[in-house]
């Protein structure tokens, strides 16, 4: 059964979670109890909303052709989303309460302390990089088939995936773009914002020729 509303409003979703994607890492956020909590809503909707999006995107493929590939790839993906809200919150506790957690001890200590911490979110980083680059592979390959994506789409999003697990693994437990290796993060953010707004698009589309053969 076709769901155009769901692909709609899905693709929306889509959109503006890579939105706040990006939104958290271009803005500065102030150092007080507001700027903290504002950040914390922003960043949250990154994940949160690209649940829904993966949603109807496998809701989409599903609708012309149901594969394993596109049910693995979306289990990959609320896998990867719900480890990347865990990331987030420790690493936004971290830098905000690092301050306080080192308060009495020496320069050094402090820095030793800081950085043990963030050890931590580093590590949910890559295990989210990896399961979610997993589920972009299996996208791919149920995207190449499906008619209103096709080869043009499935295949990047094939290569991306690919890309990101090699690098992800190669400079682990940094990322690589604190590594001084090539970071395909906002590349994939543009990819998969362009993606969101595609599937939007064809479920309008879709609803407006579900409307016309109503009437």
């Not at 889509?14 to 700027?35: D, H, K, M, N, R």
């Not at 990959?76 to 971290?94: D, I, N, R, Y």
């Not at 970071?183 to 939007?200: E, M, Q, T, Y």
Request: aromatic share 12%.
């Amino acid at each position: 059964m076709n769901h155009p509303r769901l692909w709609y409003f899905g693709g929306i979703a889509g959109a503006l979670s890579v939105c706040a994607y990006f939104a958290a890492i271009v803005f500065p956020w102030p150092e007080t109890q507001l700027g903290t909590s504002v950040s914390l809503a922003v960043v949250s909707l990154f994940p949160v909303l690209g649940m829904v999006s993966i949603f109807a995107l496998c809701d989409y493929i599903a609708a012309e052709r149901e594969g394993a590939a596109n049910r693995i790839a979306f289990v990959f993906g609320v896998a990867g989303f719900s480890t990347l809200l865990a990331m987030l919150l420790v690493q936004l506790a971290v830098t905000t309460g690092a301050a306080e957690m080192a308060r009495g001890l020496d320069a050094a200590t402090a820095k030793a302390l800081k950085r043990s911490l963030r050890l931590v979110d580093l590590g949910l980083d890559v295990a989210w990089d990896l399961l979610f680059s997993t589920a972009m592979i299996f996208w791919g390959f149920a995207l190449r088939r499906r008619s209103g994506f096709g080869p043009g789409w499935g295949f990047p999003l094939l290569a991306l995936g690919g890309l990101l697990i090699i690098l992800n693994v190669a400079t682990f437990p940094w990322p690589p773009g604190d590594h001084g290796s090539l970071d395909l993060g906002p590349v994939a953010g543009i990819f998969l914002l362009a993606l969101n707004v595609r599937l939007a698009f064809l479920g309008r589309r879709a609803g407006a020729q579900r409307g016309q053969a109503m009437t």
